[in-house]
């Protein structure tokens, strides 16, 4: 349009420099968060549960019906609550993890059988190795939700003191092992 | 008029006798199982009716709230395991008194702001709430300025004659166009 190009010519420098800087600008912002959105999962919700004290439970252990295992119980030390069930796919793409975890003794595994029948639960662990220090089973889900469980497998770090550190959702990683729960673990027992 | 009935001592008559009570017998077992059925109908009924305005409620609760699972769906809406353990969960919570809003926080809690459709307004949701309004002012803005400094061209002497005729006649050709 002939109208705005010479009205363009007529404005003073600075103005002229802004009328295609702006626009360019906020094309670049947009292009970054859709950037970084690429790299985004958007299946992991943060937890609102990290920085918070785990919920209160009393479950029946998975081996020994008649005895329990409650928050309490694990206090004073650093360690991982494992929430998997015989029915879940992936669960079995972590497993060698946990298993090669629990042989290196760096920290207490914690089993989770949710929504899962014991005898299930405990056949599969005979297949495919028990990792964990103690399993306990939650069978209708009630702990599942007040961890936030949407997604199983889940993994969190809880430490001395009973405070939720970190959670994994999805299969853990050996990456994700070693970069980022390790490491936490290890600053947690420091402390 | 009623009369004696004879009873005949025959082979065929307790035959009939018999057949004729174990038919009563079958009918009344029969009345009993559709007594039966009719009060489990009855209870299934009652279960399933509960309580329509509590039933409403639920619905408009769950209409708000995203099943984490598939997370395009509702909690109304979704099938998966999860969202019917949430569903059953805030069917109890609101049987045991709590609020719409008690039943939200409650949720939020475990599964942060992202199971509200409707995020609530706080510092980290500004730029969600406010963000289209401040585009839509600064469009304004750009427009407005836009129009005026279109507003002030005719009078402006360094347009520069080429572009006020080809205007002028690009005015012409459209009244023409109109006027046919």
Not at chain 1, 44 to 65: C, D, N, T, Y
Not at chain 1, 138 to 167: H, L, M, N, S
Not at chain 2, 33 to 52: E, H, N, R
Request: net charge positive; aromatic share 8%.
């Amino acid at each position: 349009m002939p109208t705005t190009n010479a009205a363009a010519e007529s404005k003073p420098a600075p103005m002229k420099w802004l009328r295609w800087s702006l626009p360019l600008a906020i094309f670049l912002v947009v292009l970054g968060f859709l950037f970084v959105g690429l790299f985004r999962d958007p299946r992991e919700v943060p937890s609102p549960l990290i920085g918070k004290p785990a919920p209160a439970f009393s479950l029946a252990q998975l081996h020994r019906p008649d005895r329990t295992l409650t928050t309490q119980d694990m206090r004073g030390q650093v360690w991982l609550l494992n929430v998997w069930a015989s029915w879940c796919v992936s669960c079995k793409v972590e497993h060698p993890l946990l298993v090669d975890l629990a042989k290196a003794k760096i920290v207490p595994v914690i089993g989770l059988a949710y929504k899962d029948k014991p005898e299930d639960g405990l056949a599969w662990l005979s297949a495919n190795g028990d990792p964990y220090q103690l399993s306990i089973v939650d069978g209708d889900g009630r702990v599942g939700i007040d961890f936030g469980v949407y997604g199983v497998p889940e993994t969190f770090v809880i430490d001395k003191a009973g405070v939720i550190r970190y959670k994994q959702i999805g299969p853990l990683t050996a990456e994700a092992l070693k970069q980022t729960i390790l490491p936490l673990v290890r600053d947690l027992q420091k402390s | 008029m009623r009369h004696v009935r004879r009873v005949p001592d025959t082979a065929e008559f307790h035959l009939r006798r018999g057949l004729h009570l174990r038919h009563r017998g079958l009918h009344l077992r029969h009345r009993g199982l559709s007594l039966l059925c009719a009060g489990l109908l009855w209870t299934a009924a009652l279960a399933a009716q509960g309580d329509p305005e509590l039933d409403a409620r639920l619905k408009t609760l769950e209409n708000e709230l995203r099943c984490l699972v598939c997370q395009n769906q509702t909690l109304a809406e979704s099938n998966a395991p999860l969202a019917e353990d949430l569903r059953k969960e805030v069917r109890e919570l609101a049987v045991a008194g709590k609020s719409n809003d008690d039943i939200r926080a409650y949720l939020v809690a475990r599964y942060g702001d992202f199971v509200l459709y409707k995020p609530p307004v706080k510092a980290t949701t500004y730029v969600l709430w406010f963000g289209p309004f401040v585009l839509l002012a600064a469009g304004v803005a750009v427009w407005v300025t836009v129009l005026r400094r279109r507003a002030r061209m005719p009078a402006d002497e360094t347009l520069g004659d080429a572009a006020a005729a080809t205007d002028g006649a690009a005015v012409s050709r459209a009244r023409a166009l109109l006027d046919e």
